[in-house]
């Protein structure tokens, strides 16, 4: 039905459930089903283990799905494997080496396509010493080398789970212009999971909101943003036949966020929500029903 | 499209460990070599001086100085597969998949099952070759001063050094150490299970080492010598049957969970 060369990472019905079978099974992700186009910068985000990690891990080949699929650059996860990179929350490094020689490892692992040079500029903008080893370094320089691995791979598709969780400021401003150049000079497909949503806002053209372990919002942001709308009027007034994500009334004052079908009522002074008031709405209302932007009905919005 | 030097990587990861191997099987090489060709005489010489003296003689128990360090260089290379197993379950294995570093190798291009092989080919091959060059300077060492040994092939240490079961019980701590920490995913715990397991099965061995082959029926506690090889052919077969089961079991629990 869609063009699948020109996605990135496809999954249907994804499900993986750890624990065993008959012993209090846990379903990290079920159900999930999404489309993610090529050459996008795609933010993951939802509750602390809403099944992000475990979305990436599967993307990344490093978990097997218990149930459904997912494909990854027009193939299975496996046979990507050299054309994904992949950092996960822990950024694990082998403490006995040196920053010299993770980078040569990396040499060694990608011999085809290794950007050495990328490599050692991004470890040489944080100022570290690539004689210095891994166990040495603080968690923030750990996560540079960490990036640095993952992007000289120069990847066509790069996983990141909360890769800026343990950075100051600065260099969380400065590796996500790293990251951004190289999406737009290499057409990189990134696809990075946090919870800091002013963190993604600007810098990602797509979102994946994840809740319970489904996916719970998928799509262009601007298109998401656009198909919802934040109301405010007289307590008391009728929502149908909007999507009531969330609503709250103070004294008589409604305030509520909707998913748009159909024209709003102009008495309720519609407007368009920021990313993060929409995320918040999202994830604070665990219950709403789950609803899908896939690109086809993208395009015929 | 170049393959990944994936065994350069590895070398590079246990190098620590390939030294201290390498360091130790020379050094009992060189003690052997020693023992046989210097400390020999001198002991001989002692011996030889005591048997032809009329009153008391001081080196009445010289021949100890080395019949004893003969006794443990084959004891502590024999039993060295209880570090091998230690090793194999927590650092070579364990404590990649409890850190999370396995995960980064397959995340660099190498498929989890290219990583397991090469994981455990590199150690194999290093104790395939320290163990037999072993085992071939020991046979020459053991049988060059009978005269001054009290022990027989029958020994539990001298049996495993004078065949190809030494090697075979370090490649069977190597299997089960992978498959512990594979299943266990954890270092400290899969050295502990590894260890215990191999433990377990050396005394069981031991134990029933005499009904490996059946023996003649005139004389019924002791093998003749002529018995060694095949005991330790056998020997050798479990293990190496127990390694590769092993093996693939573990192999078949990473791919079950990786894609």
């Not at chain 1, 085809?112 to 990328?118: K, L, Y």
């Not at chain 2, 590895?10 to 190098?15: G, Q």
């Not at chain 2, 994981?119 to 060059?144: C, E, I």
């Not at chain 2, 061995?205 to 059946?214: A, G, I, Q, S, V």
Request: charge should be positive.
């Amino acid at each position: 039905m869609t063009d699948t060369a020109g996605l990135a990472m496809e999954a249907a019905d994804l499900g993986r459930r750890f624990g065993r079978a008959r012993l209090s099974p846990a379903w990290a992700l079920r159900g999930c089903a999404f489309q993610l186009p090529a050459g996008r910068v795609c933010a993951v985000v939802g509750h602390n283990g809403a099944g992000k990690s475990t979305l990436l891990a599967l993307a990344a080949g490093l978990l097997v799905p218990t149930e459904g699929t997912i494909r990854v650059l027009g193939t299975d996860p496996a046979s990507a494997r050299a054309r994904v990179g992949f950092v996960s929350q822990e950024k694990p490094l082998y403490p006995q080496l040196t920053i010299a020689e993770t980078l040569r490892m990396g040499a060694d692992l990608n011999p085809d396509h290794w950007d050495a040079a990328t490599g050692e500029r991004i470890v040489a903008d944080g100022d570290l010493d690539p004689k210095s080893r891994i166990r040495a370094l603080s968690g923030g320089q750990r996560t540079r080398v960490a990036l640095a691995l993952a992007l000289a791979k120069r990847p066509d598709l790069l996983l990141l789970d909360e890769p800026m969780a343990d950075l100051d400021p600065l260099a969380r401003h400065e590796l996500m212009g790293v990251l951004m150049s190289q999406a737009a000079q290499h057409g990189t497909t990134i696809v990075m999971s946090s919870h800091v949503v002013a963190e993604l806002e600007g810098s990602c053209d797509h979102l994946l909101l994840i809740g319970a372990g489904r996916v719970r919002l998928s799509g262009e942001i601007d298109d998401v943003l656009t198909a919802h709308a934040r109301l405010s009027g007289p307590a008391g007034t009728p929502l149908a036949p909007h999507t009531v994500i969330e609503s709250r009334t103070t004294g008589r004052q409604l305030t509520a966020l909707v998913r748009k079908s159909g024209p709003l009522p102009t008495d309720l002074h519609p407007a368009t929500p920021s990313l993060e008031e929409l995320v918040l709405g999202y994830l604070r209302n665990p219950g709403t029903s789950v609803t899908t932007t896939s690109p086809s009905e993208k395009a015929a919005a | 499209m170049t393959a990944a030097r994936l065994p350069r990587v590895v070398l590079r990861l246990h190098r620590t460990a390939l030294i201290v191997w390498t360091l130790f099987v020379l050094g009992a090489v060189a003690f052997l070599v020693w023992l046989n060709e210097v400390e020999a005489d001198r002991v001989q010489a002692q011996t030889t001086l005591c048997r032809h003296a009329s009153t008391y003689c001081a080196n009445v128990f010289a021949s100890l100085d080395y019949s004893s360090p003969m006794g443990w260089i084959s004891s502590v290379v024999y039993y060295s597969f209880w570090g091998v197993a230690a090793w194999a379950g927590a650092a070579l294995i364990g404590r990649e998949l409890e850190s999370g570093t396995a995960q980064l190798a397959w995340t660099q291009g190498v498929s989890p099952t290219r990583w397991l092989a090469t994981k455990l080919a590199l150690p194999a091959l290093a104790l395939t070759v320290g163990g037999t060059l072993f085992v071939f300077v020991f046979r020459w060492g053991w049988s060059a001063h009978r005269d001054l040994m009290g022990d027989d092939w029958t020994f539990n240490d001298v049996f495993a050094a004078r065949g190809p079961a030494l090697v075979a019980w370090s490649l069977c701590a190597l299997a089960v150490g992978t498959l512990t920490a594979l299943l266990l995913r954890r270092s400290l715990p899969a050295l502990a299970v590894s260890v215990s397991v191999m433990v377990v099965l050396n005394r069981y061995m031991e134990k029933h080492r005499t009904d490996l082959w059946p023996n003649t029926p005139t004389d019924r506690s002791r093998h003749p010598a002529s018995h060694f090889w095949p005991m330790n052919l056998i020997e050798t077969g479990i293990l190496l049957t127990i390694a590769a089961l092993s093996t693939t079991a573990a192999f078949w629990s990473l791919r079950r969970r990786t894609a």
